[in-house]
């Protein structure tokens, strides 16, 4: 059951939100033993408030769209007296006083947090203990490897993650569900664990479009408490669903994206005769000169900033941090300023150009990923398709697409430009209409 | 012809703050281990090297926080 169909099955009263939390513990405690998704699960918090929405559902008080949903966040999210580790032997037993405001606008709306999923340390690349349910020897990507891992099997429907590069696109990718992150600014930012100050991103992961939708809608709006945080107008994603006509996306030609493997390719090619058989307009783009240099400033100013961010708690337990966290914290400190700067002015201009380059398009289209997950569980896949456009700040939604001839999942990326989020959910839907959702995972547990 | 030039260019940058960027980790976490970080640091190296050399005009601003304007 997706997260709108839950909502609308508890207030027709035909599912009680203590029978889906029930149910979705059941399989957590069949499942997560294997999969690794969880770092905390909050059983008795959720069963008591999912028995108070329940009767409030029972009397026809419905507190907000996601009345009685499920959810679980990244454990970089703060969550009020429930533990906030961020996969980290540096933050073991902290927990804040306060919730994340993403948190927060979640519950407000009715959703109730059933546990904490892990994350690579701090976001950075130390992977998380979760395994892909799709096969148990393959990365589920990462960062928000548990918030993927966990929505894949079924063990809850809707995850808040973070993408800073592709840290929710990619393992989304990898897991065969939706990944959606927002424009930068349009998701408060506060009470998130920082891995930079100028690229994260709150990002959602679901099994299908109009759940990403509902979370956007939720959450979104000015939050006075995160200085990153846009004035803009929140208008109802949901009703931009599905689109009424055909969308047009601009195809990527870019020798870059050539280097994907050809699986990747393959599935990218005939997703794109489906959509355009359906009605698609596809008109190929070559990407901005600026494209050529985004990567390098998103390495050179997400490193300054990981270890400016860390610099007071790597200055009193750096044997605490994993390998590799620590040398991305170590060598953030040796960049000279002034290739800071510069590396925000491209950012800058890359998203000028990126913005003035998607006018004519509903989206950009190109693979999420270069390759399914790669079969191991020392790193989480690589980040290049997905990070320029978190260093734009640009929204992009990855859905699944098919599967490769090793049945792991494969998935096509929308990208728009800022604050289009209506259109780009509005095609992103479009496509799942054409292209259809995957089966679930081959696990021993149903949903 | 241009290719070459830039690839030489680049390589040449990136050597220059690489050595930079070893001696302030050197001075910083000690020989010993910036050295271990050689690898990880060469790499940065290449990215700030590509940074250095992207034309950029005066106009062109940084940005912290991208949703300034709105």
Redesign the interface.
């Known amino acids: 059951m997706t997260g709108c169909e839950a909502a609308a099955a508890i207030r027709q009263t035909s599912v009680s939100p203590l029978e889906l939390i029930d149910s979705l513990l059941e399989r957590i405690d069949a499942l997560d033993c294997e999969i690794g998704a969880f770092c905390f699960v909050d059983r008795e918090n959720a069963r008591r408030q999912a028995i108070q929405l329940g009767n409030e559902a029972a009397r026809g008080i419905v507190r907000g769209p996601l009345h009685g949903v499920p959810f679980v966040a990244k454990d970089l999210f703060y969550t009020r007296g429930i533990p906030t580790e961020a996969g980290s032997k540096v933050l073991k037993g902290h927990t804040s006083s306060f919730d994340a405001t993403a948190v927060a606008r979640l519950n407000q709306a009715g959703a109730i947090l059933l546990g904490k999923t892990h994350t690579t340390e701090f976001a950075i690349l130390d992977p998380a203990p979760t395994r892909n349910p799709w096969n148990y020897e393959h990365t589920p990507g990462g960062s928000s490897s548990g918030s993927a891992a966990a929505v894949a099997a079924h063990m809850a429907p809707l995850a808040l993650a973070t993408q800073t590069g592709g840290s929710t696109l990619r393992p989304a990718a990898f897991c065969g569900v939706v990944g959606f992150k927002p ?3 349009r998701v408060s930012l506060h009470g998130v664990l920082p891995l930079t ?2 690229m994260d991103h709150v990002g959602f992961i679901a099994r299908d479009v109009a759940d990403v939708a509902v979370a956007l809608q939720v959450t979104a709006g000015f939050d006075p408490a995160d ?6 107008d929140v208008p109802d994603f949901r009703s931009l669903i599905p689109m009424a006509k055909p969308p047009i996306f601009g195809r990527v030609r870019h020798a870059f994206f050539d280097d994907a493997d050809p699986e990747v390719l393959m599935a990218l090619g005939e997703a794109t005769t489906r959509l355009s058989r359906s009605g698609a307009s596809i008109r190929d783009v070559r990407l901005p000169e ?1 494209f ?2 985004i ?3 998103q ?2 100013a997400g ?1 300054v900033e990981t270890a400016e961010v860390h610099s007071g708690l790597y200055a009193l337990y750096s044997e605490l941090y994993r390998p590799k966290a620590r ?2 914290i ?2 953030g ?4 300023a002034e ?1 800071y ?9 890359f ?1 000028s150009d990126m913005n003035e380059m998607l006018e004519p398009f509903d989206a950009l289209i190109l693979p999420t990923a270069n390759a399914p997950a790669p079969k191991h569980l020392v790193s989480v896949g690589d980040w290049k398709f997905q990070s320029p456009w978190s260093s ?2 640009l929204p992009s939604i990855s859905i699944p697409c098919g599967l490769s001839s090793a049945r792991l999942p494969l998935a096509i990326q929308l990208v728009g430009g ?2 289009s989020e209506p259109s780009l959910l509005a095609a992103a839907a479009w496509c799942e209409s054409v292209l259809g959702r995957l089966p679930p995972p081959p696990l021993s547990a149903s949903p | 012809m241009d290719d070459i030039d830039e690839a030489a260019q680049l390589q040449s940058s990136a050597n220059g703050l690489l050595e930079r960027m070893l001696t302030t980790a050197a001075h910083r976490f000690g020989p010993e281990r910036a050295e271990e970080l050689r690898p990880v640091i060469a790499e940065l190296a290449v990215s700030a090297a590509r940074v250095q050399l992207y034309r950029l005009e005066l106009e062109d601003r940084p940005a912290f926080y991208l949703n300034a304007k709105l």
Request: proline share 5%; charged share 15%.
């Open positions: 424009s930068f600014g100050w100028c200085p990153a945080s846009a004035n803009v600026s050529t240099a990567h390098a400033a390495h050179v490193d040398e991305a170590e060598v400190f040796l960049v000279p290739l700067l510069r590396a925000q002015r491209i950012r800058q201009q998203r734009a700040g800022a604050f």
